[in-house]
């Protein structure tokens, strides 16, 4: 599958990529002067070729990446979207999707790294690997097939939650899942050039090399397509807005480990754990 890539450097500079390395966004297309202006054309298919731009690719090893936008717009959260994960927590099949919604100061970019509260605010925090949609164009009430013209690509990212707070009162799910740096997203935005097969991507939780938790994105309950329309007859959904889908499995962290989420063929993204 041929994929592009839309990202940023830690001091802002925007970037157009493939697998072979990144150019500057703006040799690419100088109308385009941020991420966010080129996701509209991300969603429509219509990003400039990489192999077309007169300049020389940086290998991705020699960029520093920050957040792929400088800011996201809405950030939905999808709960227990695996049957296999609901059944850990011992929690019911949901007959819809379960959504939250986190704040933007949870955001932090590709590295964090991950700052837990104080233990007197909670002592148990978990990790969670997601696949997590970015849209591209506004729409409303968007029909499951038309989903991918709205859509501007998809990123590995991080989720935490202070489950121990979530566990004293299931209502204080939007504080256990706000603080700070409790959503790490990945270094680049995959622009695949056709659909995205979601059946054959795997999503993994990982803490110190350790495999944590495992799944195909085939056994969510509501998949990236549905969870789009569903929510586009909620709201109007704009560019920038992320869906994190929801995770295979949750891992206990403390300080010094180390997390990784990686969704195949979209990426990797990993941070730290300090307190």
């Not at 506004?138 to 989903?147: G, I, L, T, Y």
């Not at 991918?148 to 009162?169: C, H, K, S």
């Not at 795997?202 to 329309?229: G, H």
Request: charged fraction near 25%.
């Amino acid at each position: 599958m041929t994929v592009q890539y839309l990202a940023r450097t830690t001091d802002g500079r925007p970037l157009l990529g493939d697998e072979e390395g990144f150019v500057p966004l703006s040799a690419a297309a100088p109308d385009l002067e941020t991420v966010r202006d080129a996701l509209p054309r991300a969603a429509a298919g219509t990003l400039p070729d990489v192999d077309a731009v007169p300049a020389d690719r940086i290998d991705s090893a020699h960029v520093q990446f920050g957040p792929p936008l400088e800011r996201f717009g809405k950030l939905w959260g999808i709960g227990l979207n695996y049957a296999e994960h609901a059944g850990d927590l011992d929690e019911q099949r949901p007959d819809e999707p379960a959504s939250f919604m986190k704040p933007n100061n949870a955001v932090t970019g590709p590295g964090g790294p991950i700052r837990l509260p104080p233990v007197e605010q909670s002592s148990r925090v978990t990790a969670e690997a997601e696949l997590a949609v970015l849209m591209g164009r506004a729409c409303r009430n968007v029909d499951e097939d038309a989903v991918d013209d709205v859509v501007a690509g998809y990123l590995p990212v991080i989720d935490m939650t202070a489950e121990d707070i979530l566990q004293r009162n299931p209502r204080f799910l939007t504080r256990a899942k706000s603080f700070d740096s409790f959503l790490v997203v990945g270094p680049a935005i995959a622009v695949p050039e056709d659909p995205l097969a979601f059946e054959e991507l795997t999503v993994q939780t990982i803490v110190d090399d350790r495999v944590a938790a495992e799944n195909e994105v085939r056994n969510m309950l509501f998949p990236p397509r549905e969870i789009v329309s569903f929510h586009s007859d909620v709201m109007t959904l704009k560019p920038g807005d992320l869906f994190s889908t929801g995770t295979p499995g949750a891992e206990p962290i403390d300080p010094g480990d180390h997390v990784r989420a990686s969704v195949e063929t979209i990426g990797d993204v990993a941070a730290p754990v300090v307190r």
